[in-house]
């Protein structure tokens, strides 16, 4: 109530943000009988000279109204396409870095060129993201013209590109591409052994088409480069033989909750979806294991206690994860679905365990766990850009969450024509059976008339199961889904044809216009053949024209495209998107969802649905018959929000634990970037070599004595420590002044890196040490990532000592990262002064980490401590350079040999050959 006293008092956001947009706009259009007037090379001319005015200080805001006009005619004479107001006030929007909302079917693809040519003047590169492979290498290319017309380079990224075709995609100034494999490429410049090896330079202004799907739906999704880890499939077979003898605990009838003291082994939460078991299933769970003969002993010993763990994730894929719905199983494999666009997330695999868990649940080949090599997720990457804006149709509901994690700022921009869509209200049925009765029944009233009807479902199971109910009644139907998604680009041509009745799930992302009457250009080029030529293709054009415009006259009149919703989703979002696909460019229209009591939605956030559906039997409601009510939509629109702040909550709380880990994988990135540029490596050697030797002579020097006992133990203590040998008499460095024996020392400890830096060269010396370091940051920054990931679970129970879970995670998390690099520093440094230097013989390659791009570089500082070189043969150096020795020896062993079976040295408590003998 009081919002809208306000609205009416001051007026709306958009009003306000409109009213200092236009402004702006009327500066664009003054400067368009000035672009009218330019010849087509006077547009490269332009563009090179604003671009020399941008890197001599000058803003871009000052060129915008002549920018902007003439990114307008590139695209007037190219494309043929005037950009509308609206469009333009989009791209001054995208230009702020904030987020345009545009209704569908308004050109948000167009509408972002002037925004990216503007930027990409600084010459340090745009990135527009889309959200699939097929958009981002059909806008690159559609817009191609418009940009080549301005003087700019287009490059696009998709996953088919091979690393060698990648860079020069990344070098143009402007480059579409996919979330994923922006984020990607983005990993794996930062597991690269060289500078000439990375994609992508600066991170500097991103434009993100549908933006709310990628920064809010896939935010809690990380990206994962992972390598293989110790194989232990077996045990994902055994607790899937175990968790069906297991049983659920009973649930009150009246309540549907949980008794305080529940029967049963295991409780299910699915608005989480957690399995959490009870004591009993505790001991149940335990004698299981020990008569099927997978354990011996207590649950509680060793490596038993792992099963906890695996027969949880197993209950989850057998209760939780639904095959064709949250899921599909394509040629031997799970492939997850992505419950926001129905598409299959190729690649993408549940982590901890739950993938390999569903794979031993429908009986398929299970794949190996892997260990992550490198992690980031969505939010934190795009938080990285300078400039940040995006566009979609749908982000006003979301517009708290883009402002307190993004500090996105959103702006509604009027559609072009007004929206002529009827939204009907909600009709409401006791049960699904009812529902998808109902839902058909107006499917073939509907199709006989000949309007053409869009289904939307949540679930490739419901899509199908529709689809079934149709095929049985005779309706002619497509279905578009996860499972044929390779025929989406037809499907979606002919939606708005007369008489089509197309089945999807989720329409968010598909980012093609349904057009009334069906699309004049898909029917063009079927006619003419998918290798004919333009003037072909002009006649086949003409010959579907007329009969193109009598079919789409038609369905308008006969209302445009009717848009039948089956359930609720849990977003506003998604609904909105669902009715944004009919009344485009003001063509008519009609939308209604079809809903019942049994829905998810209504089911676990819609209160107590049961006594609800109870109370609608007792005063006397029918099967089949519908419901209408305020009340009821009120009561959906509350699911809902209660469903959109619980979200909110979980990705707010997520990103808060994830900024510990961003904050520290930005230093070790930036640590490996600046080795990579570093051609003085051996300084940072002495560096460490300097702390460490401060902190063990500090009670020496504290001391100021001459003791000779504490004297040894500080020497022993560099031995242990650095590896190094002080060759300097007891005597000699008694005899010398507290204060300047550290400094004694580490003169000495110079000497020896200069003597082995003058016999291997320093060059060759620097780049074993580079390659030492990233080998050691790589390896313990996995080790670091796995630590994290149990601190992060292990923390939660510490809610129970009244301690804060998220402060807890901080400061261990930043402890065991101190200790993380004190190891990495120490460790380099210890292996260079137990370097040999022997007969130079050709290197051997580097192993290759899986799922890890090759490198270059060589292994110049061996698993002994060989250091390998690349010219003629040399001197062999044991301990101090030997002058006059230039026989080569044999290398010798300076610790024991390690048996594979053995505990490794390290001291990580595996295996040898588990370990750093892999």
């Known amino acids: 109530m009081i919002a809208s006293v306000m609205k009416r008092l001051f007026g709306s956001k958009a009003e306000s943000d409109l009213k200092e947009l236009l402004p702006i706009l009327h500066s664009v259009n003054a400067e368009e009988p000035w672009a009218l007037s330019l010849s087509d090379e006077d547009f490269p001319r332009l563009t090179r000279e604003w671009r020399e005015q941008v890197t001599g200080g000058t803003p871009l805001d000052s060129l915008l109204p002549k920018a902007f006009a003439l990114a307008r005619e590139a695209a007037r004479r190219t494309l043929g396409e005037r950009l509308y107001d609206v469009q333009l006030l989009g791209a001054i929007v995208l230009h702020q870095g904030r987020i345009m909302e545009m209704k569908t079917g308004e050109g948000k693809t167009v509408s972002c060129v002037p925004a990216a040519y503007l930027n990409s003047l600084t010459g340090k590169g745009v990135h527009v993201i889309t959200v699939n492979d097929y958009l981002a290498e059909r806008d690159a290319n559609w817009m191609k013209p418009v940009y080549e017309l301005l003087g700019i380079e287009v490059g696009y990224i998709v996953s088919s590109l091979g690393p060698e075709k990648r860079r020069p995609m990344y070098e143009a100034d402007i480059t579409y591409g996919t979330n994923n494999e922006f984020g990607f490429d983005y990993l794996r410049d930062n597991m690269r052994y060289s500078a000439q090896g990375k994609m992508q330079k600066l991170h500097h202004y991103c434009i993100i088409d549908e933006i709310d799907s990628i920064l809010i739906d896939e935010a809690r999704t990380p990206l994962i480069i992972s390598g293989s880890a110790d194989d232990d499939t077996q045990k994902y077979v055994n607790a899937n033989r175990v968790a069906p003898a297991l049983k659920e605990c009973e649930k009150d009838p009246t309540t549907g909750e949980y008794p305080e003291e529940p029967v049963g082994d295991y409780k299910v939460d699915e608005k989480s979806k957690k399995i959490s078991f009870t004591d009993q299933g505790f001991t149940h769970l335990e004698q299981l294991l020990l008569q099927k003969g997978v354990i011996s ?100 509901t979301e517009a708290k969450e883009f402002g307190k994690i993004y500090s996105l700022d959103v702006a509604v921009i009027p559609t072009n024509r007004p929206v002529a869509r009827m939204d009907e209200d909600d009709l409401i049925f006791l049960d699904e059976a009812d529902k998808f009765d109902a839902i058909c029944d107006e499917i073939q009233r509907v199709q006989k008339l000949g ?74 080029r079927k006619r003419a053949g998918s290798e004919a030529s333009p003037q072909e293709y002009d006649a086949a054009f003409q010959k579907e024209l007329e009969p193109w415009k009598q079919e789409s006259s038609l369905v308008k009149e006969l209302g445009g495209l009717y848009i039948i919703g089956t359930e609720r989703h849990e977003s506003r979002r998604i609904d909105n998107q669902l009715r944004g696909r009919s009344g485009r460019q003001g063509d008519p229209g009609k939308s209604r969802f079809f809903l019942s009591m049994d829905d998810d939605l209504m089911r676990l956030f819609g209160g107590n649905a049961q006594n609800l559906k109870n109370m609608m039997g007792r005063v ?198 101190d200790e993380l690099l004190h190891k990495i520093r120490v460790t380099v440094a210890q292996k260079l002064f137990l370097v040999k230097i022997e007969t130079l013989r050709q290197p051997t390659a580097l192993p290759r980490i899986q799922g890890q791009t ?43 040999k390690v048996g594979r079976n053995d505990p490794c040295p390290c001291g990580s408590g595996k295996k040898y050959k588990n370990c750093h003998g892999r």
């Open 620 to 817: 006397g409601m029918q099967r089949g018959e519908a419901l209408n009510h305020p009340l009821l939509n009120r009561a959906i629109e509350r699911a809902q929000n209660k469903v959109e702040e619980r979200n909110f909550d979980i990705r707010k709380h997520l990103l808060e634990f994830d900024d510990v880990l961003n904050e520290q994988r930005k230093f070790i990135y930036q640590q490996r970037e600046d080795l990579l540029r570093d051609e003085h490596i051996s300084q940072r050697i002495l560096q460490t070599s300097d702390d460490v030797i401060q902190d063990i002579f500090e009670p020496w020097v504290k001391a100021r004595g001459k003791d000779r006992v504490l004297l040894s133990e500080c020497l022993e203590q560099v031995k242990s420590q650095l590896f190094y040998q002080v060759q300097t008499e007891e005597d000699e460095l008694l005899s010398l002044p507290s204060e300047t024996l550290p400094q004694t020392i580490l003169d000495e400890i110079r000497q020896d890196i200069q003597t082995k830096a003058k016999a291997l060269g320093e060059q060759q010396l620097n780049l074993g040490l580079r390659g030492e370091y990233l080998r050691n940051i790589d390896l313990r920054w996995q080790e670091h990532l796995e630590n994290l990931e149990a601190l992060r679970e292990a923390v939660y129970l510490r809610s129970y000592a009244q301690k804060n879970p998220l402060l807890e995670y901080k400061l261990e998390g930043f402890q065991i990262f």
């Open 297 to 396: 002993g207590s649950l509680y010993d060793g490596e038993n206690f792992e099963y906890i763990h695996h027969v949880t994730q197993a209950l989850r894929a057998h209760r939780l994860f639904q095959r064709d719905t949250q899921y599909v199983v394509d040629n031997g494999q799970v492939q997850i679905v992505d419950e926001f666009t129905g598409r299959i997330l190729h690649g993408r695999r549940y982590s901890e365990g739950l993938h390999q868990a569903i794979e031993a649940k429908e009986g398929i080949q299970i794949a190996h766990r892997n260990r992550t090599l490198a992690t980031i997720t969505f939010q934190n990457f795009f938080r990285m850009y300078d400039k940040l804006s995006g566009m979609t149709g749908t982000a006003e």
């Open 451 to 524: 309007q053409p009807i869009l289904v939307g479902t949540v679930s490739i199971e419901k899509s199908e199961l529709l689809s079934t109910i149709l095929r049985k009644r005779g309706v002619p139907h497509e279905v578009l889904n996860a499972k044929n998604h390779a025929r989406e680009a037809l499907i979606v041509a002919e939606a708005g044809a007369k008489g089509s009745v197309t089945i999807a799930t989720n329409m968010a992302g598909r980012g093609t216009d349904i057009k009334l009457g069906g699309n004049i250009d898909f029917r063009a």
């Open 854 to 896: 090759q490198h270059s570089s060589v292994n110049l500082l061996g698993s002994q401590g060989n250091a390998l070189g690349q010219a003629s043969p040399g001197p062999r150096v044991q301990g101090r350079p030997m002058p006059g020795q230039t026989k080569a020896q044999p290398v010798t062993r300076d610790t024991p």
